[in-house]
């Protein structure tokens, strides 16, 4: 069950990740989650690091998509003005509407990674999906209390594994 927690790769962040990663894997389509993956569970829109990101996605004909288990509201109101698929309150792990969104995007499972923050949630979807899936650093330290208590076992898990783990670096 654990190796499903693990994640193929880890970043320190979501910029790490550049045309080469793209396409030495073959990925034509990325899945971000919010929340202390792009930016800070307190930002309420997308900042210019973010925008300048995704226009690069654009550039390298990366399509992208958000799914978040955040509210709908919440998620609304941060995509709304960036003309992708995105989803709230997705309740991932679960694979709904992540296959939705691919669905949508018109990717396959082996041309789709998932970049998240979080184990039990991002990783264990990504995998249990079969998608490339990317654990990025934390981005913000705002966090709900049941976030903060699932960090104590994700850093367990992620200390116990070290020699598992692929940090991707340009």
């Not at 979501?14 to 396409?23: C, N």
């Not at 654009?58 to 960036?82: H, Q, T």
């Not at 509407?97 to 990674?113: F, G, I, R």
């Amino acid at each position: 069950m654990i190796k499903k927690l693990l994640p193929d790769y880890t970043v320190k962040n979501v910029a790490v990740l550049d045309e080469k990663f793209y396409t030495e894997r073959a990925i034509k389509a990325v899945i971000f989650d919010i929340d202390n993956t792009l930016v800070a569970h307190t930002e309420p829109t997308p900042p210019e690091n973010v925008l300048e990101y995704f226009a690069l996605l654009d550039k390298w004909d990366i399509k992208y998509a958000i799914v978040s288990n955040n509210s709908i509201e919440r998620v609304d109101s941060f995509c709304k003005e960036l003309g992708v698929p995105y989803y709230g309150k997705a309740l991932k792990p679960r694979k709904k509407y992540l296959k939705k969104v691919m669905n949508e995007m018109k990717v396959t499972t082996d041309e789709t990674a998932l970049v998240g923050d979080q184990l039990f949630t991002d990783m264990l979807g990504a995998n249990l999906l079969g998608l490339c899936s990317v654990l990025v650093t934390a981005v913000g330290e705002d966090e709900t209390s049941f976030v903060s208590f699932k960090r104590r076992f994700e850093r367990k898990i992620l200390e116990n594994n070290k020699e598992k783990l692929t940090e991707y670096t340009r």
